[in-house]
């Protein structure tokens, strides 16, 4: 009796051990830090998760997928990826370790220890430290580095997979060409680069930013060229919080975009999702998921690139033929099938008496055969472009100051909209022949 009592005792005792071993061991793998440093790694199932446990890095199986992939994805909602390391170069599930090469890169290991990505510094680090922000942005660099001027040796955020967080980057270093750009996945269960990538268009001293279809090199939408204060024919990001400010910036050295989010605990991130649709959420840091839509590009039908067909204006959804021109196909055009477009009613064959008609509010043409002289005034681009017969139309290059600098278009005008109220365009004067001018405006 004594002796069951005892082992009993014993019995609750080893219970109790064990309890107390469950839970050093929990708390053990549940303290994890932000900061991986030498002769340290990662494997499948552990994580870095940042100071205030917004962002965690790890493994994960996207779907149904049966492969695995290092990202990171909000701490608070783990299906929502915004970055993956090796998107072109899946692990087989389970396996992988994320560790230092000599040489003091970030590389990714298979299970035979072949590298599947590594982060190509070409620094050499002696004591190379990754670390994962709260603004998810993973860093490396040199915890002994002497020069505390220089940045870090790679950053996460110079390489955007589908996702933009306030704070990264989308456009061109003019002097290096390094191009930040987002490429969609391919689907949910997939990661690698799908069909779709938004960059900028950077071409003469133009550019305008793109949603392209990487296949076919077909664009699904545009902002419309920059214009000294706007991409023109894009209203402003509907931000109902006055904490996210975007920024645009145009120098000798880099154009680029991102967002900056000024209260803490905001959160914000754009993503090109598989479809080509760009989205921009914001949410509280209190909430559970990343669910708060608060815009998307393209944001409405007449935003679809060349929804309208050619000399074509969209307003309100709805496609018109510019003045002057018709349908190429009434039939198709009857049955708002716009994409054959219009043409000219009556030539144009620089004969006497053709002029130009004035399109106020219009989201300028697409930058195809069109032609830049940034020396130019809008008197001498008229007078340029009435010579020149193959010039379809003018407007500025540049509308601060009064306006100036020279486009000049030599074909087709493809995909134009005109706004009812607010200007989020531009003036756009457009060649008609002697008889067709006379009203000047397009819209009210
Ligand atoms: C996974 O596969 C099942 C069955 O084929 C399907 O119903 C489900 O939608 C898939 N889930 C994802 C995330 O693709
Ligand atoms: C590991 O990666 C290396 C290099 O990419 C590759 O050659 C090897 O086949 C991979 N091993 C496995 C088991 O996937
Ligand atoms: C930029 O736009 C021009 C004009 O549409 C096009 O020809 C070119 O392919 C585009 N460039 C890229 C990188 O998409
Ligand atoms: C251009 O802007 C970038 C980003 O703000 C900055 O790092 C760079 O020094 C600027 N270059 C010049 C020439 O002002
Ligand atoms: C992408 O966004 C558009 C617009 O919200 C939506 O219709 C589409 O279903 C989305 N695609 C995916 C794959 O989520
Ligand atoms: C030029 O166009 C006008 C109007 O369409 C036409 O009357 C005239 O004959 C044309 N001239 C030439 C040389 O083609
Ligand atoms: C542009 O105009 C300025 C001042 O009128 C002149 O100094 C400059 O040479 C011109 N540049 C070009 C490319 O014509
Ligand atoms: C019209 O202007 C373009 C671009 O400046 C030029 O290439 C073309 O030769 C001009 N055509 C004529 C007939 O002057």
């Keep these: 009796m004594e002796l069951e009592l005892r082992r009993g005792h014993l019995q609750t005792m080893a219970k109790i051990a064990l309890y107390i071993f469950i839970i050093v061991t929990t708390i053990g793998l549940s303290l994890t830090a932000d900061i991986l440093g030498m002769n340290q790694s990662i494997s499948y199932g552990e994580t870095l998760v940042s100071s205030d446990l917004i962002f965690e890095l790890g493994f994960f199986t996207p779907g149904n997928s049966s492969m695995s992939y290092l990202g990171i994805w909000y701490k608070f909602s783990p299906e929502t990826v915004v970055w993956v390391a090796n998107r072109n170069n899946p692990l087989a599930e389970r396996s992988g370790v994320l560790t230092f090469s000599t040489v003091g890169n970030l590389v990714l290991l298979n299970q035979s220890n072949g590298v599947v990505w590594s982060s190509k510094s070409s620094r050499v680090l002696q004591n190379p430290v990754v670390q994962l922000l709260d603004s998810g942005n993973l860093v490396l660099w040199d915890k002994f580095s002497s020069s505390s001027n220089e940045a870090y040796s790679w950053q996460s955020f110079d390489y955007p997979s589908d996702t933009l967080l306030a704070g990264m980057k989308l456009g061109l270093n003019l002097k290096t060409g390094f191009e930040w750009r987002l490429t969609a996945w391919k689907s949910m269960d997939d990661p690698s680069p799908g069909d779709y990538v938004n ?72 993503t090109l999702n598989y479809s080509g649709v760009l989205q921009v959420f914001v949410t509280d840091r209190s909430r559970s998921a990343m669910s708060n839509l608060m815009h998307e590009f393209p944001s409405d039908s007449c935003n679809l690139y060349d929804r309208c067909g050619a000399n074509a204006i969209c307003s309100l959804g709805l496609c018109e033929c510019v003045k002057g021109f018709m349908p190429r196909s009434p039939d198709e055009w009857k049955v708002l099938e716009f994409s054959s477009g219009c043409m000219r009613t009556i030539p144009t064959n620089c004969s006497k008496g053709e002029g130009f008609m004035e399109i106020k509010r219009v989201k300028l043409p697409d930058l195809l055969d069109v032609t830049l002289n940034k020396n130019m005034s809008l008197k001498k681009c008229k007078d340029e472009c009435l010579k020149n017969c193959s010039c379809m139309a003018y407007a500025n290059s540049d509308i601060r100051d009064g306006g100036s600098g020279c486009l000049m278009w030599l074909g087709d005008l493809i995909d134009m909209r005109v706004f009812e109220k607010q200007n989020y365009g531009q003036t756009l004067y457009i060649r008609l022949s002697a008889s067709e001018l006379g009203m000047h405006t397009y819209a009210n």
Excluded: C
């Design 199 to 270: 960059l900028l268009n950077y071409s003469q001293g133009l550019f305008q930013y793109e949603i392209v279809q990487v296949d076919g090199h077909s664009k699904k939408f545009r902002t419309g060229q920059w214009n000294g204060v706007q991409f023109v024919g894009i209203p402003p990001i509907p931000i109902p919080e006055q904490a996210i400010v975007p920024i645009f910036m145009f120098n000798e050295t880099e154009i680029s975009f991102m967002f900056e989010v000024q209260k803490s605990q905001l959160l914000l991130k754009m």
